[in-house]
């Protein structure tokens, strides 16, 4: 996911969770994202609860991230429904094309039918093309905030 923005400022503004990225899915991705609630933890963690649109259903799901600026990069820890567990890793990259975003994901199956996608490998393809789609339109909206015509 490249984007012209420095990679501090691509972080920043990424990493400043609010109830308005409902807005920002719905303008510049696919809209998965319905509806979010943030708070801060006393310990510096950040709570998302959320609600998802996965295929035709709305699904409740809860972030913890931490926040790492430092190195540019945060974790989350993602309850999404009753159908996976996810632990992420958020990296902002350099690249030749300007900086992109790097994740690692760890993912646990809890409901069945992500248990038999997962069995043929159709769990890790389904979302990693949900990613790229959720966080290319959050660069976009990066770009389009921070006054930068788009890219294609």
Same mark, same amino acid.
């Given at each position: 996911?490249?984007?012209?923005?420095?990679?501090?400022?691509?972080?920043?503004?990424?990493?400043?969770?609010?109830?308005? =990225?409902?807005?920002?899915?719905? #303008? @510049?991705? =696919?809209?998965?994202?319905?509806? %979010?609630?943030?708070?801060?933890?006393?310990?510096?963690?950040?709570?998302?609860?959320?609600?998802? %649109?996965?295929? $035709?259903? &709305?699904?409740?799901?809860?972030? $913890?991230?931490?926040?790492?600026?430092?190195?540019?990069?945060? =974790? !989350?820890?993602?309850?999404?429904?009753?159908?996976?567990?996810?632990? $992420?890793?958020?990296? @902002?990259?350099?690249?030749?094309?300007?900086? %992109?975003?790097?994740?690692?994901?760890?993912?646990?199956? #809890?409901?069945?039918?992500? #248990?038999?996608?997962?069995? @043929?490998?159709?769990?890790?393809?389904?979302? %990693? $093309?949900?990613?790229?789609?959720?966080?290319?339109?959050?660069? &976009? !909206?990066?770009?389009?905030?921070?006054?930068?015509?788009?890219? #294609?």
């Amino acid at each position: 996911m490249p984007s012209r923005l420095p990679p501090d400022q691509l972080y920043e503004w990424y990493t400043d969770f609010s109830a308005e =990225d409902a807005d920002l899915s719905q #303008k @510049f991705a =696919d809209g998965s994202l319905i509806q %979010r609630q943030v708070r801060n933890t006393d310990d510096g963690h950040i709570i998302c609860e959320q609600t998802m %649109r996965i295929g $035709r259903s &709305k699904v409740p799901a809860q972030y $913890r991230i931490t926040k790492h600026p430092e190195s540019l990069s945060y =974790d !989350a820890e993602m309850e999404i429904g009753n159908l996976v567990s996810q632990k $992420r890793l958020y990296e @902002f990259l350099p690249g030749p094309e300007g900086p %992109r975003i790097h994740v690692k994901v760890d993912y646990s199956p #809890k409901a069945g039918l992500v #248990k038999l996608l997962n069995t @043929f490998g159709l769990y890790k393809r389904i979302d %990693r $093309r949900m990613s790229r789609g959720t966080m290319g339109g959050y660069i &976009k !909206a990066a770009e389009a905030e921070l006054a930068l015509a788009p890219t #294609k």
